[in-house]
């Protein structure tokens, strides 16, 4: 009999929770993953998938119950199962100082990797990842992309015969995600076995074998054609024949029978309810399509949550106290910042009109970190002209920084304090006081469902709750401009669902949305979008503008990641090729 290359074995894992309470991260959990597979690990915010990474690495002791690696037991044969797998976490720990080489002869010195070996081990792992050119350049001048493939080079020094990795593409964006997957297909077909975690349905498109884990407990496995199978007939494209897609995707999320509605390339994907059918109605043009993954996914969570729908977020809730009139908001012209003999940013202009939801996109490195940091006032440009609701944002007050929300890329409130502590801070901040500060701390908790959690720490919360904590902070003191850096990142389907009901509400009610995101799905949200690479405004338009400038006469229509990737690789080549 075949020993497989993980099991799980009636294990429980409980973590204390403050307040006395003791969260059961997996409970029971018996699973067995074969062989030269790849697997998907497939989750919501809390579901236990890292948790489940950290006791298959041996980092974690199981409660009850027992982790094996190929036979070996995690607790009691540590130097076998280090042996035998490679790792990475979500937030692999390069050491930014220290060139591409120097955290490669970090890691081989930590993982006893013979100096004989090295060299040809270094150079096999560069090609692999495409870094050999970067071989002397800093962690910290990496792309995110890049250091991803650093990362992943790391946990492959040792030839892993079980590799984890815990949601490696999260924060990539699409032609790094398409590199990363490359190399994953390499290592499946060379014999390695890799269980995965991740946040983008489409990828667990492309596994062997599919693992959902709800509360700590195994909710479904199987392989992408059983999990697709069960929805045949409950899903279509419906395209608006007014030509407004926004309008028609948030009316029919609220139209009886509908499960699910999400805007794609262009047009609404709808899944249905069991039983219910299409009910076209005057203006929408229905058109059967293949169930995805995703839409199995979303259906069977929601079999477990009747409670959740997108209509959930009340209209009215985070009205903005002033409206601005028409016309343009933000104005950037001929925008640069450097860093040293560094251009980040190359002379960028756009507009940005009231109530606009506005996309800023681009690859790792393309500047727009760069460019969202100068529009939000964190970083002075080095020349141009830049105004945000009338104020210069090079020496903008405090009246002007007032009329600006912002969420960062990666959580950024105070994680030893409670949610009531951080929403309290915030508040104060803002210069909230008095009748009007209560008040928006009861709406803050009411809105976002904080209340139950009000006495935790903000750095115990899920995924999904930590990003609610974070838009409710931006939003106490009801601003006119809500600036948004991946806010999505890392999160779970239900829960992108929910932040983007949100927003077009805000949208709705007068607030001006700027956003920048690397699931190019959420790209079709935005009114319009610009598209960077290399510092530079590469496309300018709505979403189905853009998508066009990538039609090819005869083909499919593209979807916008499709576009991206060939708009950016494009002209990254031709770039080259000028050098």
Not at 339 to 362: M, P, Q
Not at 550 to 571: C, K, N, Q, W, Y
């Amino acid at each position: 009999m075949a020993v497989s290359a993980l099991t799980f074995d009636g294990v429980e894992k409980r973590f204390p929770a403050g307040g006395g309470r003791i969260v059961e991260a997996l409970g029971g959990l018996s699973l067995a993953i074969g062989t030269g597979v790849i697997t998907a690990l497939l989750g919501p915010d809390g579901a236990g998938k890292t948790t489940l990474m950290r006791l298959a690495a041996g980092l974690l002791r199981p409660d009850a119950g027992k982790v094996a690696v190929f036979g070996h037991d995690t607790m009691l044969e540590p130097g076998a199962v280090a042996e035998t797998i490679g790792y990475m976490p979500q937030r692999f720990g390069l050491y930014e100082e220290l060139t591409v080489r120097q955290n490669l002869d970090l890691y081989a010195d930590l993982q006893g990797l013979a100096p004989a070996v090295r060299r040809a081990r270094f150079d096999d792992l560069l090609a692999l990842t495409a870094l050999g050119p970067f071989w002397s350049r800093r962690a910290s001048a990496l792309s995110g992309g890049m250091k991803q493939k650093l990362g992943l080079a790391c946990a492959l020094l040792r030839t892993p015969r079980l590799l984890l990795l815990d949601e490696p593409t999260v924060g990539v964006d699409p032609i790094s995600r398409r590199e990363l997957w490359a190399i994953i297909d390499r290592l499946a077909r060379e014999g390695t076995t890799v269980l995965m975690s991740t946040a983008y349905l489409d990828e667990a498109e492309r596994c062997h074998d599919l693992i959902v884990l709800d509360e700590g407990r195994l909710l479904g496995r199987g392989d992408p054609v059983s999990f697709r199978t069960p929805l045949a007939g409950r899903t279509f494209l419906v395209r608006d024949t007014k030509g407004e897609p926004r309008r028609l995707q948030q009316e029919l999320a609220h139209r009886p029978g509908v499960v699910d509605a999400q805007l794609h390339g262009g047009e609404i994907r709808v899944l249905l309810a069991d039983g219910a059918s299409p009910g076209s109605q005057q203006g929408e043009a229905w058109d059967a399509v293949q169930p995805r993954v995703e839409d199995a996914f979303v259906a069977l969570l929601l079999s477990r949550r009747t409670h959740w729908r997108q209509d959930t977020v009340r209209s009215g809730s985070a009205s903005t106290g002033v409206r601005l009139s028409p016309g343009v908001l933000i104005t950037a012209r001929n925008l640069r910042r450097s860093f040293g003999s560094f251009e980040a940013v190359k002379g960028i202009s756009f507009d940005v009109s009231r109530s606009e939801v506005f996309g800023l996109l681009g690859a790792n490195g393309a500047g727009k970190t760069t460019a969202f940091r100068m529009l939000c006032g964190l970083l002075p440009p080095t020349s141009g002209e830049l105004s945000v609701a009338g104020a210069n944002m090079s020496h903008a007050g405090r009246a002007a920084r007032q009329r600006i929300g912002y969420v960062s890329q990666r959580f950024a409130l105070y994680g030893d304090l409670s949610v009531a502590q951080n929403l309290r801070f915030f508040a104060g901040a803002y210069g909230l006081r008095g009748a009007q500060l209560a008040a928006r701390l009861r709406w803050a908790e009411e809105e976002f469902g904080l209340g139950p959690y009000r006495a935790s720490n903000a750095g115990t919360l899920s995924v999904g709750h930590k990003q609610r904590l974070a838009l409710a902070c931006a939003l106490l003191h009801e601003p006119q401009i809500l600036f948004l850096d991946e806010p999505t990142s890392g999160v779970d389907p239900l829960v992108r669902r929910e932040f983007w009901a949100r927003i077009n509400t805000l949208a709705h009610e007068g607030v001006t949305i700027m956003v920048t995101t690397h699931f190019m799905e959420e790209a079709e949200y935005c009114d319009r979008l610009v598209l960077m690479s290399q510092g530079e405004v590469l496309a300018a338009g709505t979403p189905s503008e853009v998508r066009a400038l990538a039609r090819v006469s005869g083909g499919p229509e593209p979807t916008m990641e499709d576009a991206f990737i060939a708009l950016v690789a494009g002209h990254e080549q031709s770039t080259r090729r000028a050098s």
